[in-house]
Each structure stands twice: as C-alpha cells, then as structure tokens.
C-alpha cells in the first residue's frame, strides 16, 4: 500500500511540473518570466466584408505576411523563437460587430490587437481592449477623440486628424505660393462622422489662420452612389480648389463629378484621403484622376525595404501593396519589436514595451523613428503629398520625399 502511494505522489509531481514546463503562452498568456511561449496570437480586425473590404482585405492579408516575416527571420529571439500567429475578425465595417469581433478574439487569448481601417469601429475597439488590458496597434484609424480617451492600451502609427488637416493646409497654401497661384478659397466635401468631420475641423482652423476662406463645407454618407449633387455644391463657393477627405469608392465618384462638372479650380486636393493616393485609383478613375493631389500617410517609395516587402505582397496576393496594407504590417512589426524588447507575451507587460519602442527604419515617409508620446500616437508621423501623374501615384512635396515633380493646375484637363 505505501508503494501504491508513493506512485501516486510521483505522477501527482510528474503532472505539476509538466504543467508548469507546458504551452501556457501559447495564446499570448505567458512570457520569459514564465517559460518562453511557444505561439504568440495576434488579432487583425480589418473589414473583409461590405463596401471596405477592397481596403481591409489587403490589410489582413498584410498582417500575416508580417508573422510569417517575422517566424522565417527565427521569431521572437529574446523569447527562444517564439512564433507569432494571426487570428482575423471581420469587423464589417461596423462599430458593434468591430466590438464584439475584438471582445472574441481577446477571450480566445490574442495578446494583442491590429486595425481597424475606421475610425468609428477603431473608437469601440480601443474601447473594449482599454477595458480587458491588451494592446491594440492602429494601423489606420485618424479621430483625435480615439486618443483624447486617456487609454493606455491604444498606439496610433499614422499620423492623427489634427496633424493631417493642419499639414494638409500648410502644404496646400505652400503649393500654391510656390507656383504663383495663391490658394484664398477653398470648398471641402467630406464623408460624415468622425473621420470626416475632425480632419475638415483641424483643416479649417490652421487654413482660416493663413488667410484661406471656407466657401462651402459639403458633407455625404459613405454610401452615396453618385457625387454629381455634392460637387455642384462645392463648385458654387467659386474656389480656387476643392479639398476632398473620404474612402475609396466614394471618392472615386467625386473625382468622376468633377471631372464631368468641369469646376474652374486650379486643384483638386485630397486630404487623409483613401482613394486619391491609392495605387489602384489612377485606373479606375482613368482620366479623371489625372493630376489629382493627395496630402496623406505614405509608404516611403524611396525605401529598398519597402520595394522588397511591397514586390513580395503582389507576388504573393495579386494585387499591390497600398499604403494601409503597409501600415498593417508596419503594426505587427511594432508588436514583434515590443515582444522582443519585453521578453514577455503577457498583454500588460507587452503594452509597457510597446510604449517604449523606437523603431528607426520606417516602412512610411515619415520624419523620424516610430515612438509613442503619453497618449498613444506616434510622434515622428507626418503627410506628405502625392499626385497622379501619367497613370502613377508619385511622391511630389516635400522635396526630402520626391519622386517626381509637381503637375499645375492640379486637376484633369486643365
């Protein structure tokens, strides 16, 4: 009977420790401190469903090729080669549905979080991921108000609604001074809610400050299927240029208004704009888009490390790499960098380390190191402006990032 016990003390023993030495990072839950983990889960929430999908489906897709990146290159090394793996929500666009995606995906044990591409469902998910402790990285999502929350659990790598309609506004009035053409009145359409409304806000503040008047403001609801209305609006102030802030589609139907309506501008100039600066864009628009402009967040197409990473997306996906696919896998990059420098996969160790990281070789045209202030946003993001020019998005002001140069007027036909 004593040798009967004295078994069952060992398999008892033998039990404990196997669970101890046992997968429990595998969902992002465990970390050196604790046993390196084995498999680190990351969420990507991107609308791969519904009118955004064309944008966010690319995204996802540009998640997973950043683990797999990061897994070929040995993993996390200060973790003994740990690997990253993705697990995807569809948000669909819609705020409820990105909330409740995120909520999933955090019980199933993703350590941290990538999306969302909008900024309404951006604002639930920096919501529920500040309420259960995991990191999430905004890959594109431009609200101030995402950050003005007090979260510690939200990073932003692009640049913020403030930052992109007050350079969008300098780099417009520079332009104009720059080829004897004063920019004095502007016409802003713009997409309804908060995406819309806050880079038009921060856009209409710094122009107003330097003598620009706001003729008209024109706003529309996403799923508008004609711009005719809208640009008639804005061609009435009599601008000297219209200022556009909206998503893929229905910028492409403003451009296709403009182009039939014929406004006499000198320029039509998108701001955070998903459209205008898009490699697919000049295609679909065909004349349309000719010499459009684009003060946005860009890839920097200067970069041999983007070349490569974009050349290996299409030969891989099908299709080019745009500027938010790169942000998405410039977020995995940053998640891969905070668990290498944490050594931990635990969601509140791993927050700490990303609010730390400087990552110095940037995927986009951005001034300085990827690093986050006390609020979350990456301080050293910046637009810059780009143009369609024969068919192609090239890089045209500031001269640091040129790849070609400016066209004037800057609209189709003129």
Not at 220 to 227: C, F, I, K, L
Request: proline share 4%.
């Amino acid at each position: 009977m004593r040798r009967y016990r004295g078994h069952l003390a060992v398999v008892a023993a033998l039990g404990l420790l196997l669970a101890a030495c046992g997968d429990s990072g595998s969902t992002g839950s465990g970390g050196a401190a604790s046993g390196a983990a084995k498999t680190i889960t990351i969420g990507s929430l991107h609308p791969l469903t519904g009118p955004l999908a064309g944008a966010g489906k690319p995204m996802d897709e540009a998640v997973k090729m950043a683990a797999d990146d990061v897994n070929a290159a040995g993993g996390i090394t200060s973790m003994g080669g740990a690997t990253l793996k993705v697990a995807s929500g569809d948000t669909q666009g819609k705020p409820e549905v990105g909330q409740s995606e995120a909520q999933r995906l955090m019980s199933a044990g993703a350590a941290a979080l990538v999306g969302t591409y909008q900024s309404d469902v951006t604002q639930t998910v920096a919501s529920a991921a500040e309420r259960t402790g995991v990191p999430l990285v905004i890959d594109v999502a431009v609200a101030d108000q995402i950050l003005q929350q007090g979260f510690k659990y939200a990073f932003r790598i692009q640049p913020d609604a403030t930052s992109m309609g007050t350079k969008g506004a300098d780099d417009l009035v520079a332009i104009g001074e720059a080829q004897n053409a004063p920019i004095k009145t502007v016409s802003y359409i713009h997409v309804q809610g908060d995406f819309g409304d806050s880079v038009f806000k921060a856009f209409q503040q710094e122009a107003t400050s330097k003598g620009v008047n706001i003729a008209k403001e024109v706003t529309y609801d996403a799923s508008m299927n004609d711009a005719t209305t809208q640009v008639s609006q804005a061609a009435a102030g009599n601008p000297d240029a219209i200022i556009v802030t909206g998503y893929f589609p229905d910028s492409l139907l403003v451009a296709k208004a403009i182009a039939a309506l014929k406004p006499k501008i000198k320029a039509v100039y998108g701001i955070a704009n998903g459209g205008f600066d898009d490699e697919r864009f000049p295609a679909a628009a065909a004349t349309a888009g000719n010499n459009i402009l684009s003060a946005n967040y860009h890839f920097d197409a200067t970069s041999a490390d983007v070349k490569d990473i974009r050349q290996r997306f299409e030969q891989k996906y099908g299709e080019p790499m745009q500027t938010a696919a790169v942000l998405s896998y410039q977020a995995v990059k940053v998640i891969a960098q905070g668990l290498e420098d944490g050594k931990d996969a635990d969601p509140k160790k791993l927050r700490d380390a990303i609010a730390k990281v400087s990552i110095d070789k940037s995927l986009l045209a951005f001034d300085g190191p990827i690093a986050f202030d006390d609020t979350g946003q990456n301080t050293s993001a910046i637009p810059i402006v780009m143009q369609v020019i024969s068919g192609k998005i090239q890089q045209v002001f500031p001269d640091s990032f040129k790849t070609a140069d400016l066209v004037w007027p800057a609209v189709a036909g003129q």
